[in-house]
């Protein structure tokens, strides 16, 4: 059999800047696979996806798309190594689509857990868009196009990688080939893959106004640290306090380096005698320290906009290459080329 290289394919729906939920929860996992040198990345910003359920908005998409990007730049995406590319630009993505359609049945659409969670979050009841229901469909176009084995994402996407498998074999198994690849997640370690929101929420999130951008300066960051969700009871300094669902300790716990001096806090915090506004503080210096060169990369970027573009029409060239050629062989073993 002939050597099969390693491929990354993974994306972001463009509705707003991304935040350091995105930067666990996925973005740092890509950027360090990207760095081993030993996948092909394709990083795509999921447009499409997006418009899913903004189709009323695409000036919100649109705007978003440019943020995305500088995010991606901005946490060490580096165009020399991954392909960085927009969806709605990939025409062979949607009729992969359609024949992958044909596989799924409307009752298993109707159970994927992620898609119900968002139904209901969204308030969608019987009106969700057709196209929302079915985008684990074209997730699994996105997948598939570039034969991706590997795919970092927030394991909220797990459910859209079952999705894919069992499109991948259900196909390779009707057209007796073995074109299509099933792709398996990459999950951040656990417990620091998913980061609570400032006010102690589980999800870190634009609707829920809980979120620390990658965007955001120096000034915003600290307020938004001082104003964070500790231990209720914690009143006085000398109170022993929680540790557990303390969203401070939760954070140190996820970017503080150095561990060992986590572990001094939280031991002092729980004896009593270590105040809120102690350990804000010193959070604020990890965060600062760690957002501060993604910050200046971004607005280095954001001053040169024409680059920026030139960086996705390159990448969505190369991703137009290499989906075509997979779509021209899903087309051969359906058996629908019928003129060449
Ligand atoms: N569903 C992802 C999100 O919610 C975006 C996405 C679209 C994606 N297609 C993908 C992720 C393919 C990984 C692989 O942001």
Redesign the pocket.
């Known amino acids: 059999m002939a050597e099969q290289k390693h491929v990354i394919?993974?994306?972001?729906?463009p509705t707003g800047k991304l935040h350091i939920g995105h930067y666990v929860g996925s973005l740092r996992n890509r950027v360090a696979l990207q760095n081993t040198g030993k996948y092909d990345t394709f990083i795509?910003i999921?447009d499409q996806?997006a418009l899913t359920d903004n189709a009323r908005d695409p000036e919100k998409i649109r705007r978003s798309l440019h943020e995305v990007a500088l995010d991606y730049l901005a946490v060490g995406i580096d165009p020399a190594k991954s392909t960085i590319f927009v969806?709605s630009q990939i025409p062979a993505l949607n009729e992969l689509t359609m024949h992958y359609l044909n596989l799924v049945s409307v009752s298993r659409l109707k159970r994927n857990p992620t898609v119900k969670t968002e139904i209901k979050q969204k308030e969608f009841g019987e009106s969700v868009p057709a196209g929302f229901l079915i985008?684990p469909v074209?997730?699994a176009a996105?997948?598939t196009a570039f034969k991706a084995d590997t795919?970092p994402?927030g394991d909220d996407?797990e459910p859209?990688l079952e999705q894919t498998r069992e499109i991948v074999r259900t196909f390779n198994r009707i057209y007796d080939q073995d074109i299509l690849v099933e792709p398996e997640g990459v999950f951040p370690p656990k417990g620091e893959g998913r980061i609570p929101g400032l006010d102690g929420n589980a999800k870190m999130s634009k609707s829920l106004g809980n979120c620390i951008y990658l965007s955001d300066d120096e000034d915003t960051i600290q307020k938004k640290v001082m104003s964070m969700y500790t231990d209720p009871t914690h009143i006085k300094v000398s109170d022993p306090g929680h540790v557990e669902g303390n969203t401070v300790f939760t954070y140190l716990d996820i970017f503080d380096p150095d561990k060992e001096h986590v572990e001094e806090l939280k031991q002092q915090y729980q004896a009593g005698g270590l105040g809120d506004v102690k350990i804000k503080r010193y959070l604020n210096e990890v965060l600062q320290a760690e957002l501060k060169p993604i910050r200046e990369r971004r607005e280095k970027f954001a001053a040169d906009m024409d680059y920026v573009d030139k960086v996705l029409m390159e990448g969505s060239a190369r991703a137009n290459e290499v989906a075509n050629q997979t779509l021209k062989e899903v087309r051969d073993a359906i058996g629908i080329n019928y003129f060449s």
């Open positions: 394919l993974t994306g972001d729906r795509m999921a996806q969806q985008y074209s997730q996105d997948i795919v994402v996407q859209m």
